[in-house]
């Protein structure tokens, strides 16, 4: 059964950074494709970023484009999400999870972590 723990989240002003992880656990890590999802409030969760399993790969949506950094680090089966410039409209909850071939979620959702940008 695969594990997914999310962790990083926190209340910030317009403008700021937050770093988030994920460690997954189990030996699916390494041979899937790690992405980052968000819900916000009345929204379907979407995918923002993706890394594929050797990180030669990134995907992101236009609206993280040039702010989020997404990395991985198969020693540690934890994925990242680097978010800088923040704006009000990226809060939302984040979840990771592996990614499928059209950016379906993989595998059962984790708790998430809540990203609040607010002045």
């Known amino acids: 059964q695969v594990q997914l723990v999310e962790s990083g989240g926190g209340l910030v002003q317009p403008g700021g950074s937050l770093r988030l992880s994920c460690a997954a656990s189990?030996?699916?890590?390494?041979?899937?494709?790690m992405g980052w999802y968000r819900q916000a409030p009345g929204k379907e969760r979407a995918l923002v970023a993706s890394?594929?399993?050797?990180?030669?790969?990134?995907y992101y949506a236009g609206s993280v484009k040039g702010r989020f950094t997404i990395s991985r680090d198969n020693a540690k089966n934890t994925v990242y999400l680097q978010m800088n410039s923040l704006k009000p409209e990226d809060t939302a909850i984040y979840y990771c999870n592996a990614v499928g071939r059209v950016g379906e979620a993989r595998y059962d959702w984790g708790q998430g972590t809540q990203v609040t940008v607010s002045s």
């Open positions: 890394i594929s399993s050797s990180s030669d790969v990134k």
């Open positions: 189990g030996s699916i890590f390494s041979i899937n494709a």
